[in-house]
């Protein structure tokens, strides 16, 4: 839902057109009859909260859990984040150094999550692996006790799907 | 936030005057220098969640918890709820029987509730009495941690500050 | 399930009598065929929790939330709290003052309450009233969305019962 | 703390030896300064909530959350798990079919987690990648934020001491 360039886990605001897309995924949710989410999860990224905050007021939805995480953050492009003009390569770009002030571990946003774990680069495989065990024991449970989830993500919710095929299969 | 009339528990939509009054006060917060929020408190009525969330994206404060409980919900008005061209009497009005269709008991954002906590008319005594537990046991333990807090209620949020003029008399 | 004199809130060691008393609870409910409680709550007092401790060993149920709350904790008998030879009075007795190192204020177990809710003194609707909120929110909706429960407390569960009581009138 | 063969994920009762050893272990931590866990955590497996409980009450230490969690399980050992006489080998044995009665996706304990994450056999590589993420997200912000942490578990925590050592390597 954001921009041009490889944004990955920089916290840009969300676009104009990812604030109509918002709006309009709302819509229709609506139109097709989801009438209340159970339970919300959206990554740690401003862009995808602040998605799920508008398609939920279109939706007249408010008053359920809305639980963040990291593990459903975007991509992150390591050193090619930020850059315009290139296109997302198939492996993992060059790793941002733990030391390097745009590591996450360096963000007091990731305060609460070990540091070993948080990304300098990642290839889709490394998204496939970190999100899924927030999956398995936070999304899936939710889903399979009746409750209807709505997840907000990014790009890397290709992942999400790509592991649920997987499962399915 | 709302409108003319008692509206009460009434599951009404944030106005036009509340919905600038809540971009008011996010700019408001951010001029005076609160930054980042740790945990945000609202009632389960829409009108209180939008509000929070509209501020809150004025802040660009998005990834903290948001917290929903029917105690921090507006005054209920008994049957004078809903009644325009009337003013909120000083006692608690003619209570709705727990087999109205109107009581909360019969409301499925109170599912989560058992229904004998639930009242049917509320004098502001009775608000500051069931607003009490959800001080002193959830917002007051992360004030005392040290957390920035951020509370989003109603005309009934009088009855917090009573309390906590109370507390510091 | 403790001892002689007017305990109350003061943290005293389960006596043996009370160690055999929760054996044979937990021997008793495996009998009655309580194969697995989903949840279980007690009071912050160590003989509480020791007591469901010991019931849930014998029924070898150990992977479900223990929650604790102040709010199950036994009644509070003011300053006559550790006298022996004196027996539980209808009214609450004199209050501890708050700067009283007697005074649950002063007690870290409790750091996490606001100390506006905590007792000095207790007669037994008091306790009926501080019970009443976590009963509301937090053991009802467990009960109401059918898991099996198990609640470990004191004699202030007559104050629990005559609620229950008073509800399915 | 279990006993000859290949346990793994049998939820076999604590041994006597294993109950004199997390006896023992509560009174090492008390002679040691322990006096109080901020919180604890504990595989689902029985003998180590049962470790953990045996030990909290030698510390007299009552009223903290105790989390349990799979990731702590010990290491899974595939169709030689029930063993007895053979020692577990280097890489993982044979997987259960995650149709066999006895893979962990049949068994209500693990309701809760989806049932791709479960394993049907493991090396003990693939203990630490499963252990990693509740260590990041779990475990470890407890650390960070000062709190004093018990954490019950298996042979597998050798795995969480690995890991350990290759944060602080």
Not at 32 to 44: E, I, M, P, R, Y
Not at 77 to 98: H, I, N, R
Request: hydrophobic share 45%; aromatic share 6%; with cysteine.
């Amino acid at each position: 839902m954001a921009s041009k360039g490889l944004v990955g886990w920089q916290d840009v605001d969300l676009s104009p057109e990812g604030q109509a897309e918002a709006v309009a995924c709302g819509k229709l949710l609506k139109e097709k009859g989801f009438a209340k989410f159970d339970v919300v999860f959206t990554s740690l990224l401003g862009r995808s909260v602040k998605s799920a905050w508008m398609a939920l007021m279109e939706l007249e939805n408010f008053a359920m859990p809305v639980i963040n995480s990291w593990r459903l953050n975007e991509r992150h492009f390591g050193d090619l984040q930020g850059k315009e003009g290139v296109s997302a390569p198939t492996t993992a770009p060059t790793a941002l150094s733990m030391t390097d002030s745009r590591h996450p571990a360096n963000d007091t946003h990731y305060r609460n999550v070990h540091k070993s774990s948080l990304p300098g680069s990642e290839s889709l495989a490394n998204v496939v692996e970190r999100m899924t065990p927030f999956w398995s024991d936070n999304i899936a449970p939710c889903v399979m006790s009746g409750k209807t989830v709505l997840v907000s993500g990014h790009a890397s919710l290709r992942a999400l799907v790509k592991l649920l095929e997987a499962i399915l299969a």
